[in-house]
């Protein structure tokens, strides 16, 4: 099921991205980014449609999906 961000709310947004950012094996190159530079490329990466949010009820989890 896709989630439009939108109609989150910012702290739960926020905990999506965070958990999001923080799952092991998560690459993000060869530049280190700090917890809150992830999340901020994360959230620019929502607003431009690149990714968007999706929930699996079977294991109620949300993750990201490239939609570009």
Request: aromatic letters at 8%; charged letters at 25%.
């Amino acid at each position: 099921m896709d989630i439009p961000y939108q109609q989150l709310s910012a702290a739960t947004l926020e905990a999506i991205l965070e958990e999001y950012a923080t799952r092991e094996g998560t690459d993000y190159g060869d530049v280190t980014y700090t917890l809150a530079q992830k999340v901020h490329i994360l959230r620019q990466q929502l607003v431009r449609g690149d990714v968007g949010i999706t929930f699996d009820a079977a294991t109620e989890t949300c993750s990201l999906m490239r939609l570009r």
